[in-house]
T-cell receptor
């Protein structure tokens, strides 16, 4: 079992719809969870992070964390063509300082 | 812009050669992590440096080595290059080792090994 798993997609949604991206992780000791966006040929850029169970909203983005079920998700409301990218889930590795595991990423295409 | 810089942006080497990649961390950040990202994959952790000391290493052979300097910039060295080393190499800087500090990525160095 991989430490962090994501559906590779591709996920296609129409413009204006809600895109839902999911991530599961294997280490129950993980405490910090991050979503990065990566455009083709570019480096990952941080969208948001979440530490506590529940929802965290930032503009059109909402991160959801459920530690009991070991999943974290990202919702993108009112999806725009500019949201088309690969979304990477990252989880901190417990007892290592600040080392991260990354998933393989989910490719999202927003269709105009 | 994260303030993290990397050089060079692109590099072509041949099998067996050696390469050095460089990273300057964001101002105020004392921790640098290096990742390898193969095409279609997520970043894979290579190692992390905190205040000039290695703080953990991923599943990479010893021919991958690194350094961190007093100004917290860092180098990644790869000896005896193999074709599978072709990838995007990313460095990320963060502040300290408290679990959960956000890591900010540089633009990456794309290495092609022929």
């Amino acid at each position: 079992q991989k430490e962090v798993e994501q559906n590779s997609g591709p996920l296609s949604v129409p413009e204006g719809a809600i895109a839902s991206l999911n991530c599961t992780y294997s280490d129950r000791g993980s405490q910090s969870f991050f979503w990065y966006r990566q455009y083709s040929g570019k480096s990952p850029e941080l969208i948001m992070f979440i530490y506590s169970n529940g929802d965290k909203e930032d503009g059109r983005f909402t991160a959801q964390l459920n530690k009991a079920s070991q999943y974290v998700s990202l919702l993108i409301r009112d999806s725009q063509p500019s949201d088309s990218a690969t979304y990477l889930c990252a989880v901190n590795i417990p007892n290592t300082g600040n080392q991260f595991y990354f998933g393989t990423g989910t490719s999202l295409t927003v269709i105009p | 812009e994260t303030g993290v810089t990397q050089s060079p942006t692109h590099l072509i080497k041949t099998r067996g050669q050696q390469v050095t990649l460089r990273c300057s961390s964001q101002s105020g950040h004392n921790t640098v992590s290096w990742y390898q990202q193969a095409l279609g994959q997520g970043p894979q952790f290579i190692f992390q440096y905190y205040r000039e000391e290695e703080n953990g290493r991923g599943n990479f052979p010893p021919r991958f080595s690194g350094l961190q300097f007093p100004n917290y910039s860092s180098e990644l060295n790869v000896n005896a290059l193999e074709l599978d080393d072709s990838a995007l190499y990313l460095c990320a800087s963060s502040l300290g080792l408290a679990g959960g500090e956000t890591q900010y990525f540089g633009p990456g160095t794309r290495l092609l090994v022929l």
